[in-house]
């Protein structure tokens, strides 16, 4: 803090000079105020209580520091604050200049005037002095001249906007001069250079610089020359404000970690201190199998749930981190009669020890089992004892013995004799059928042999064997004795085929050829598998071809043709030669059909035969939906009616002989064209005829 040293007085605004004079214009007025005449008080202390990060000193004292008040205070520390003052308030003197100097105070600090009478003493004389006591020519004629401190940073820069105020009314000069700055004002704020809020011209630190710093050493930034400065910087302040160093760093500028490698989980066998990026060296011992003891160990089974937890973390297979640690291994229960079966204990039974009861067999295994250690039980006689005891024998009494007094049959029955082969006559009589049943169904019963239940056979008469009787034909049946025409040969039928050509498929063939014939079947009948493997080679297989070939394998799209086709029909009137046919012309149609291909056609038609073809334009296709369409050949008589439509806009085509004359009419059937058109004319060479209806 500064004290104010010195203070001067300014004139009055306006001054009203009485030469004789006892005129006191304003005598008795008396000024008395908290603020200035616009109703505001300026404080240049900044505002209010100013607390540093750390909890450094707070200001917040208000002093009188006017030297000329009544409570003018030095040796107190604090800020500028309200005066009280006693001035003469009659303008008829010169005393009452220190009003406006007071006021000036108060205009910025507070306080108040009162008028004390007995300090006006000098009376106003010569209007054409200069009258203010601060100027440099006071009392001198002409207008004041000042020199004041025009720097606003020092206290005694209001005494420069004082005589600045007079100069703008009475006139005179107010020149800045750097000897009347003498004491600064407190300017608070962050005086650091450092610092990232450092305030220029601040004068006194308040507590409340920042800095961007990097405060941790386990990054790179931590030791730049540039980051020590500001370390020590924010060391020091520390030191004055109190506080960490973290409460004055405003932004971390630590980027680059540096990189201490190691195991991260602390739940890891090997945790590394002080590291900070993982190295994937981290290791887990554990016992995952639960047929060892270590298994049931809850610490082990920490250890592998932290292990799974790492190895999901990092990609890892759960085998790269993990340590076995299973050595003792488990008693495993696998009878599957325990109550406890696939448990890791000895095997536990519930038991039936009345032994009178299929269950008792049961206990009497286990009992030494238990009494060395191996096992243990219950005896649940209620639950565990279901069957008596039964006595095995046998029941059937069709059989040769049955067992007395037994309970329950055991697959012992035995038969005298029986015939069991239909091959021969004696199987079919009815009291053999009837044996058979009863022995088949016992054999299945049991799971036997219904031949190893009889003693002796009663098979004598053998019966005819209807089936195959030629070897080597499929089906052949050895035991057959009548050939019933079952047999299928094995052979290649299709010449097509290499196969075809063997002699020994031919003398197949032949063979099959007369089976066929002798049981009156046909041959397709009697082939079995076909033995055709080795197709022949592509050609022609048009039989109506000039270079037809019927042994080839293949259709090979090369068949040639002499034939008279695509001249019309007869159905369509017109000329038609006599060399056409419509049969051949739909075969040779469909080959190219089917193969995709215009075969070489030489033509054997009369050469002197031209076609006629008629057809509507896009004209009358929009005007009409059906049109009867007659053509007439004069020359040969020939009258033709046939129909046009949208979807069949062409006729067929008309064969006749050069240069005929023909007409055609169109006869309307549509919707929109009326009347008739003929055309007359000659046929001269294959003509197309478009008929328009515009």
Request: charged share 20%.
């Amino acid at each position: 803090m500064y004290a104010l040293k010195l203070f001067k007085s300014f004139t009055l605004l306006a001054l009203l000079i009485s030469c004789g004079g006892n005129s006191k214009l304003f005598e008795g007025t008396s000024v008395s105020s908290g603020a200035s005449q616009t109703g505001n008080s300026t404080d240049l202390s900044g505002g209010g209580t100013v607390s540093p990060p750390g909890g450094g000193v707070t200001t917040d004292v208000k002093i009188c520091r006017h030297p000329e008040a009544l409570d003018f205070d030095e040796q107190t520390s604090g800020e500028p604050g309200a005066c009280s003052f006693e001035a003469c308030t009659n303008t008829g003197f010169l005393e009452s200049n220190k009003v406006a100097d007071y006021q000036l105070y108060i205009d910025q600090y507070g306080g108040t005037i009162t008028s004390n009478p007995n300090l006006c003493k000098t009376e106003v004389c010569d209007a054409s002095l200069c009258q203010h006591p601060d100027a440099e020519n006071f009392h001198e004629y002409g207008k004041c001249n000042f020199l004041a401190c025009g720097n606003d940073t020092f206290y005694e820069h209001y005494l420069f906007l004082g005589y600045q105020s007079y100069v703008a009314i009475h006139g005179g000069t107010v020149e800045h001069r750097d000897e009347k700055c003498v004491n600064q004002q407190e300017i608070l704020g962050c005086t650091v250079g450092s610092a990232t809020n450092d305030i220029a011209g601040a004068n006194t630190d308040n507590g409340t610089c920042t800095w961007s710093a990097c405060l941790d050493p386990k990054y790179e930034e931590y030791e730049e020359a540039g980051n020590k400065i500001v370390r020590d910087d924010i060391a020091s302040y520390v030191g004055l404000f109190g506080g960490s160093a973290a409460d004055y760093v405003s932004a971390s500028t630590c980027s680059k970690l540096i990189v201490v490698p190691g195991c991260l989980d602390p739940l890891a066998d090997n945790p590394s201190v002080g590291c900070n990026h993982d190295n994937l060296s981290c290791k887990y011992s554990y016992c995952a199998d639960p047929a060892f003891v270590e298994f049931d160990d809850p610490a082990s089974k920490a250890k592998l749930q932290a292990a799974k937890v790492y190895a999901d973390q990092y990609g890892l297979n759960l085998s790269d981190v993990s340590i076995n640690t299973c050595k003792t291994p488990k008693p495993k229960c696998t009878d599957p009669r325990a109550t406890n079966t696939n448990e890791y204990k000895v095997c536990h039974y519930s038991l039936c020890n009345q032994s009178n009861y299929e269950e008792y067999s049961l206990y009497e295994e286990i009992f030494p089992l238990a009494q060395a250690g191996q096992a243990t039980f219950v005896v649940n006689n209620d639950k565990e004892c279901k069957t008596i005891k039964q006595v095995p024998g046998c029941l059937e009494t069709t059989a040769i013995e049955t067992t007395a007094g037994a309970t329950y049959d055991n697959g012992s029955c035995k038969w005298k004799e029986a015939c069991l082969d239909n091959n021969f006559q004696e199987y079919f009589g009815s009291a053999n059928q009837s044996l058979i049943e009863i022995i088949n169904n016992y054999a299945s019963t049991h799971g036997l042999n219904s031949s190893s239940l009889i003693g002796s056979s009663t098979c004598s008469t053998p019966v005819a064997v209807p089936g195959c009787t030629v070897a080597g034909a499929e089906g052949y049946n050895p035991q057959a004795t009548e050939d019933n025409g079952s047999c299928k040969f094995s052979l290649c039928a299709d010449r097509k085929y290499g196969e075809w050509d063997k002699a020994a498929n031919k003398a197949l063939i032949e063979t099959a050829t007369n089976y066929a014939q002798l049981h009156a079947v046909t041959f397709s009948d009697v082939v079995g598998t076909l033995t055709c493997s080795q197709l022949c080679g592509p050609g022609c297989l048009n039989p109506l071809a000039t270079n037809y070939e019927a042994n080839a394998g293949s259709e090979k799209k090369n068949c040639k043709f002499q034939a008279c086709i695509n001249c019309g029909s007869g159905g369509y009137g017109s000329v038609t030669p006599p060399e056409y046919s419509s049969d051949i012309e739909d075969i040779i149609h469909g080959y190219s059909t089917m193969y995709g291909v215009n075969p070489p056609i030489v033509s054997t038609c009369n050469k002197n035969i031209y076609t006629l073809r008629v057809k509507f334009d896009g004209s009358c296709l929009t005007k009409t939906q059906v049109a009867k369409v007659k053509v007439t050949f004069t020359n040969t008589g020939n009258v033709f009616e046939d129909y046009l439509t949208t979807s069949q806009p062409e006729l067929k085509t008309y064969h006749t002989y050069n240069n005929s004359p023909y007409t055609i009419e169109v006869l309307s059937y549509g919707y929109l064209v009326d009347g008739q058109q003929a055309i007359s004319e000659s046929l001269q060479g294959h003509t197309i005829k478009t008929i328009t209806c515009e």
